[in-house]
């Protein structure tokens, strides 16, 4: 017997009663029968609930393929693990290495490795794209610039392995253990909100130091401006970059990150291409052309890819021998470093970690709990989840929390009353999920 899946779209979405009949169309070949809907009330039996709906999400899905390479990943849908609230600017997970499969959004399910944790993505594409600022902590001791020369890589030093095992992610969430089952095991636990994040980075017990590296340069295609500031006396890494080129076409955007860590730094570091200073505090690169390798471009692949992109960064160890945990806050903006630090103080300020990923949750459960869903296997519901939660990662908030936003005429205008969203792939979206925004999320179709 074949099996149905019904939906209800909760009423609380319409002013008043809204019948709905007939078939609804899904990704993955799911179809679901809406029936009548009125205001408070729905023909089926027991509604599955937005939180189960969050549980049931399988954030890994699309992140891998079992078909041949078309030349955009093969099957694979170019998705992230990564910790997301829904439509948010803010993207924070792991980059993985080689990632030639699922590169759009910088993670592979069957690699092995990780290179660092970029702040932003965009998922679903089939071109590489953003995967900016990455963020990585190692105990590899750092005497010299982790750029290698014309490349758009790092020192092999610092890339870590993982697991599944070692591994989980939720909406909201993502959590890894880096070089599981060695002494210099390292734990990363990451959440975040619309613009900003939260973070925590355990040091293996025997550690005495251990470091954090920004790279200011890193993004998943090449940057043309790179540069980091360092505040000790806060605590505070100001970042900014500036790159561009999804599917080699040349569109720019600069981001503004602010980085915030709960303890001080023992010593610190910035580099610049290949010059390093030990107890510096500001490094600036550029690179006018901004060409090089871009994943999936057919240019051979790491580490024999030449690339001019901006390189520079900053190196912050910290004394963990009788503090294994660091902490680490980040704001993000398209308009200012000012806009990054008010992301950071409005959407984190003092909140925990899991303050934090439990809010996010909490926003993923109400959004995802405008569909009821009743009957259908567990594999049906499964499906239904994360397709439905794919579906509300985009479009992403383009606008700082007072507004302000930069527009294709290259100035900062300000959205009044309203958050400008952007980043929508526009590649068949018409047939479905702007017809599927519409119904549960008006405001941001």
């Known amino acids: ?207 005495r130091t251990g470091s954090v590296v920004v790279n200011a340069g890193g993004s998943e295609t090449p940057d043309v401006k790179a540069a980091v500031k360092i505040i000790p006396a806060r605590r505070e890494v100001e970042v900014t970059m500036r790159g561009g080129r999804f599917c080699e076409q040349p569109v720019a955007y600069t981001v503004h990150v602010l980085l915030r860590f709960d303890q001080p730094f023992a010593s610190h570091a910035v580099w610049r291409r290949q010059l390093f200073r030990e107890g510096g505090t500001t490094a600036v690169s550029h690179a006018p052309t901004g060409l090089g390798f871009v994943p999936g471009s057919g240019i051979p692949a790491p580490p024999d890819a030449l690339s001019d992109t901006a390189q520079s960064g900053a190196v912050l160890r910290f004394a963990v021998g009788t503090h294994r945990t660091v902490g680490v806050k980040v704001g993000m903006s398209y308009v200012s470093a000012h806009g990054a630090r008010e992301a950071l103080d409005r959407e984190i300020g003092s909140r925990s970690l899991r303050q934090i990923q439990q809010r996010t949750a909490a926003r993923w459960a109400y959004l995802m709990g405008r569909i009821r869903v009743s009957g259908g296997t567990p594999a049906d519901r499964r499906m239904l989840a994360t397709t439905l939660y794919q579906s509300l990662l985009s479009p992403q908030t383009v606008c700082d929390v007072d507004g302000r936003l930069p527009a294709l005429d290259g100035r900062v205008h300000r959205a009044h009353g309203w958050t400008a969203y952007s980043q929508m792939s526009l590649w068949d979206e018409y047939r479905t999920h702007a017809q599927l925004l519409a119904l549960i999320a008006p405001r941001q179709a």
């Open 1 to 207: 017997m074949r099996t149905r899946v019904m939906l209800a779209i909760v009423a609380t979405l319409f002013a008043g009663a809204m019948p709905l009949a007939g078939a609804m169309p899904l990704a993955h070949g799911v179809t679901a029968r809406a029936p009548s809907v009125t205001a408070g009330s729905a023909s089926v039996g027991r509604l599955t609930t937005g939180a189960e709906l969050v549980r049931l999400t399988n954030v890994f899905a699309g992140t891998d393929t079992a078909l041949a390479d078309q030349g955009t990943g093969g099957s694979a849908g170019n998705m992230s693990s990564a910790a997301t609230a829904p439509f948010g600017m803010l993207s924070w997970g792991p980059r993985t290495s080689p990632d030639s499969v699922a590169f759009g959004a910088g993670y592979t399910y069957s690699d092995t490795k990780i290179t660092g944790f970029d702040l932003d993505r965009f998922q679903g594409g089939g071109c590489a794209g953003f995967g900016d600022v990455p963020i990585m902590p190692t105990t590899a001791p750092i005497t010299s610039s982790p750029a290698r020369l014309l490349s758009a890589n790092m020192d092999p030093a610092l890339t870590a392995t993982f697991d599944h095992a070692h591994e989980s992610a939720s909406p909201g969430r993502y959590a890894v253990v880096l070089n599981p089952g060695t002494s210099r095991a390292i734990g990363v636990d990451l959440g975040a909100t619309t613009r900003a994040g939260e973070g925590r980075i355990t040091f293996p017990r025997a550690a």
